[in-house]
Structures are given as structure tokens and as C-alpha cells.
T-cell receptor, first 118, second 114 residues
């Protein structure tokens, strides 16, 4: 069975600090996708990034970067120079065997609440 | 293009009442999902559908029923609401194949059962 662990539950930083959100996953599949979603105080879930199991390249998008390491089953998310608008709950999620209908489900971690103080 | 919409946004039920939550998507997605979100629990899958006329149980299906009579709609029903079903409910959809594989979420329905 697949599992996603986000050991950090709440993180508080001061604006402009860098912060890393950890995500560790478990799966027996060799083909899988990892995702990060953001849930701001308004409540909607916003897709941030998708990474497949064959692509271990790190990705940077503005102040956001993601580090995928299969050797440690981790997919960590770093926000550089954090801003108050980054305050949200961040979810890491895993989906196995996307080409098989029965396994098209997303398994979410419990989320990390990030508070960025001015 | 509205994406994924959910009706209603808020609802208060009394124990034992029934209701149906409606999810609609205009992206022609094959897969649709219903999740519930509870504090400290993340999102948990209730039921999902891989196509019109088909549904399957997720992680926490008890107390809920679903139907997918049209490709664009996915209904979640509570036949006899219980306080334990107080939660925020999210609907999501995604394409069958050919990417991208991320799920797109609706804005959520906040349900309180008293």
C-alpha cells in the first residue's frame, strides 16, 4: 500500500527566511507520480507540481524548488525568501500506476501548516 | 471554462437527514473523486469513478453513496447524516491518459451535522 508522511505539522518562519517542507513516501510500484498542493486560508486546493518516478531532476519555479530523491524516498519542497502570501497548508501526494484505472487514486499526507510572519 | 464546481458551498444538516452534494466538471475528464478533509487527517478518498456509470470505494466509503450518470457530474449522497460526517468535502477530476495526471479540485463544501 502507498503511504505519504509529512512529519512536520506546523512551521512558523519570519518573512524572507527560507523554509523546507519534507515529504517521505512509500510505494512498491516502480512507476508513480508525486505531487505538491497548496491550500491557502481561502480553502481551495491549488496544484503546484507533478514529478514522475523516472525524473529525478530537481525543479525550480521562481522562489519554489523541489528536490526528489528516490534513494531516500523523499520529495521535499523549499520556499526561498518566504512571503506572507506563502502562508498555507501544503500537501504532498502520491499516485501509483497511473495507467491502471483501479490505481488512479491520490494518497495525501496530512499536510504541513506554514505560517509566515511579517 | 469553470473547471470543477461544487454545490452547495455550505450546508447544515440535522442527524438523520439526507442530502446530495453535486460536483460538475467541464474539462471532459474521465476520472472523478470525492474526498473529505478533517483537521490533522489530510484528505481521504471516499469514492471515485473511472468513467460514466462506474464507481468504486475509496478509503472511507461508509455512510456515503455516489452516482455518475453523466460524465461531467459526480454526486455524493448521505442517506442518514451523522455528526461524524461533519467535514469539508472536495471533488476532483483528472484525465484518463495522455497527461497531465494531476487532479483538479473544486472549491469544497463545508458540511456540519448537528
Amino acid at each position: 500500500a502507498q503511504k505519504v508522511t509529512q512529519a512536520q505539522t506546523e512551521i512558523s518562519v519570519v518573512e524572507k527566511e527560507d523554509v523546507t517542507l519534507d515529504c517521505v513516501y512509500e510505494t512498491r510500484d516502480t512507476t508513480y507520480y508525486l505531487f505538491w498542493y497548496k491550500q491557502p486560508p481561502s480553502g481551495e486546493l491549488v496544484f503546484l507540481i507533478r514529478r514522475n518516478s523516472f525524473d529525478e531532476q530537481n525543479e525550480i519555479s521562481g522562489r519554489y524548488s523541489w528536490n526528489f530523491q528516490k534513494s531516500t524516498s523523499s520529495f521535499n519542497f523549499t520556499i526561498t525568501a518566504s512571503q506572507v502570501v506563502d502562508s498555507a497548508v501544503y500537501f504532498c501526494a502520491l499516485s501509483e500506476s497511473l495507467l491502471t484505472g483501479a490505481n488512479s487514486k491520490l494518497t495525501f499526507g496530512k499536510g504541513i501548516t506554514l505560517s509566515v510572519r511579517p | 471554462n469553470a473547471g470543477v464546481t461544487q454545490t452547495p458551498k455550505f450546508r447544515v444538516l440535522k442527524t438523520g437527514q439526507s442530502m446530495t452534494l453535486l460536483c460538475a466538471q467541464d474539462m471532459n475528464h474521465e476520472y472523478m473523486y470525492w474526498y473529505r478533509q478533517d483537521p490533522g487527517m489530510g484528505l481521504r478518498l471516499i469514492h471515485y469513478s473511472v468513467g460514466e456509470g462506474t464507481t468504486a470505494k475509496g478509503e472511507v466509503p461508509d455512510g456515503y453513496n455516489v452516482s455518475r450518470l453523466k460524465k461531467q457530474n459526480f454526486l455524493l449522497g448521505l442517506e442518514s447524516a451523522a455528526p461524524s460526517q461533519t467535514s469539508v468535502y472536495f471533488c476532483a477530476s483528472r484525465r484518463l491518459a495522455g497527461g497531465p495526471y494531476e487532479q483538479y479540485f473544486g472549491p469544497g463544501t463545508r458540511l456540519t451535522v448537528t
